[in-house]
């Protein structure tokens, strides 16, 4: 493989190989957070997502949200309702990043204990050892 790769740009993102494009998409601090957490719950309202996501401003999240959609990773449905209800889940390419994140998860824990575990700053359930499986609302999309 060459590292001279033609520098092309898809949908505003600029990236010369596929890696890059990837992380142009689903790259960054929440993104990867998002998805999994959706992959995990199926749909989730905004703040069902900001209450597990921690440290994240609303701002911030908002933005990530929106780009995950203009991307089509996620969906945003609006029920018209008062107060409005806005729900978001995968899209079919969200639901491919999947089995990385889920790697990606493993990984961390094998980290964490390879390196003698972690400090409990603030006090909660723990996270199951095993990882997560996708939730049974995308039974009928995996492997798409």
């Given at each position: 493989?060459s590292?001279?790769?033609?520098?092309?740009?898809?949908?505003?993102k600029?990236y010369?190989?596929?890696?890059e494009l990837?992380?142009a998409?689903?790259?960054?601090?929440?993104?990867?957070?998002?998805?999994?957490?959706l992959?995990n719950a199926?749909?989730?309202r905004?703040?069902?997502?900001k209450?597990?996501m921690?440290?994240?401003?609303d701002?911030m999240?908002?933005?990530?949200?929106?780009?995950?959609?203009?991307d089509g990773?996620i969906t945003r449905h609006?029920?018209r309702?008062?107060?409005?209800?806005v729900?978001?889940?995968?899209t079919?390419?969200?639901?491919?990043l999947?089995?990385?994140?889920c790697?990606?998860r493993?990984?961390?824990?094998g980290?964490?204990?390879a390196?003698?575990?972690a400090?409990?700053?603030?006090?909660?359930?723990?996270?199951?050892?095993?990882?997560?499986?996708?939730?049974?609302r995308?039974?009928g999309?995996?492997?798409?």
């Amino acid at each position: 493989m060459s590292l001279s790769c033609a520098v092309k740009q898809l949908n505003g993102k600029t990236y010369r190989c596929f890696f890059e494009l990837a992380l142009a998409v689903m790259g960054g601090k929440w993104k990867p957070v998002v998805l999994y957490h959706l992959g995990n719950a199926g749909v989730l309202r905004y703040g069902e997502l900001k209450r597990g996501m921690g440290a994240v401003t609303d701002r911030m999240l908002t933005r990530q949200l929106r780009e995950l959609e203009a991307d089509g990773l996620i969906t945003r449905h609006v029920h018209r309702q008062v107060p409005p209800k806005v729900e978001y889940s995968l899209t079919a390419q969200g639901l491919g990043l999947f089995p990385i994140l889920c790697a990606m998860r493993d990984w961390g824990a094998g980290y964490e204990a390879a390196r003698g575990g972690a400090d409990v700053l603030v006090p909660g359930e723990p996270e199951p050892l095993e990882g997560r499986a996708l939730h049974p609302r995308y039974a009928g999309q995996a492997g798409s």
